[in-house]
């Protein structure tokens, strides 16, 4: 028997017909759906037998909620994911490695790291978006309740870079340095290379570093021309070339302080009115407590 715990609300709602696809991937096995939404999924992957096989179906967003719902603390048995989602990042940052259609999950969410915002902890697997990014996020939000039709975050952006959305001062600390910007339009903090459906934006950050590293980067520039016309490159990952704009940063313990307050995204849930956000790639509690100190 193999379960699927799928999500109904991935893939824009298309979460249950997307999982149905595993029949072609497996179809010789028994399959059972279960509803993730409505399943105490800890509890299951705990009590379920070992002989059985269980795959989660859903989007980025699918396992995030996962892995906080785990608490960091990951079960020993073999957990596989099919991709079901519309923007599904986390897959492309490892398909290149990874062939096979079910995913061995457990490698890729062990030692994830954190990050600390407005108050809350949550640990995050593709990464941290803040700025034009995150205000993209709080507007596909805006639409999502308007709409069922998929969202352009890509007009959303373009649109919010010539009208809407004004670049912040920051001061970035990376492992204790402090990195001081004007005209900063993105700030993210990266654990795997993509975001938002295909963005690039991270080329260099791999996921399983040994030295379990974050990247951050730095998109600046008092130009809005320029940057609107650099932008595009983010989706080949060639803005990083761009060094008069562009600074990538990496660093194991980090601080992105911007001087106005500015939509943020945590693997695609949005946060309102954020003046910092913190973040800790290592189980380490007194550096954990030391970030964490540094956004109250």
């Known amino acids: ?18 999982a149905e696809k595993i029949k072609a991937v497996i179809p010789e096995e028994e399959l059972k759906f279960l509803d993730i939404t409505k399943t105490d999924a800890v509890k299951f992957l705990a009590d379920a037998p070992d002989g059985e096989r269980v795959v989660i179906s859903g989007g980025d967003g699918t396992i995030h909620y996962l892995v906080n719902q785990f608490k960091g603390s990951i079960p020993e048995r073999p957990i596989y ?31 994830l790291p954190t990050v600390n915002v407005n108050g809350k902890k949550l640990l995050f697997l593709n990464g941290i978006g803040y700025g034009i990014d995150g205000y993209c996020c709080e507007e596909g939000d805006k639409q999502r309740k308007k709409t069922d039709k998929p969202i352009n975050y890509a007009a959303i952006a373009v649109k919010g870079m010539l009208f809407h959305f004004k670049p912040r001062g920051a001061a970035i600390f990376v492992d204790g340095v ?9 700030a993210p903090t990266m654990n795997g290379r993509f975001y938002g ?29 320029k940057t609107l016309m650099a932008f595009p490159s983010i989706f080949k990952g060639e803005h990083v070339l761009k060094k008069d704009i562009v600074d990538v940063l990496t660093g194991r313990e980090i601080t992105v302080t911007f001087d106005k307050p500015t939509p943020l995204q945590v693997d695609g849930e949005t946060f309102a009115n954020v003046t910092a956000y913190s973040v800790y790639a290592s189980k380490s509690e007194s550096s954990d407590s030391r970030a964490a100190e540094a956004v109250t």
């Not at 402090?178 to 993105?186: Q, R, S």
């Not at 459906?197 to 030295?211: D, T």
């Not at 974050?214 to 021309?225: D, E, F, G, S």
Request: hydrophobic share 30%; glycine share 10%; net charge positive.
């Open 81 to 111: 994911y099919y991709p079901a989602g519309s923007g599904n990042d986390f897959t492309a940052d490892i398909r290149e490695t990874v062939k096979d259609e079910l995913i061995l999950l457990n490698p890729y969410i062990k030692d």
């Open 197 to 225: 459906g295909g963005m690039n934006v991270a080329p260099g950050q791999n996921r399983l570093n040994s030295e379990r590293t974050v990247t951050v980067i730095v998109m600046h520039c008092p130009n809005k021309l």
């Open 1 to 18: 028997m193999t379960y699927i715990l799928y999500n109904p609300l991935a893939g824009n709602g298309s979460g249950k017909t997307n």
């Open 178 to 186: 402090k990195h001081e910007y004007k005209h900063v339009w993105l």
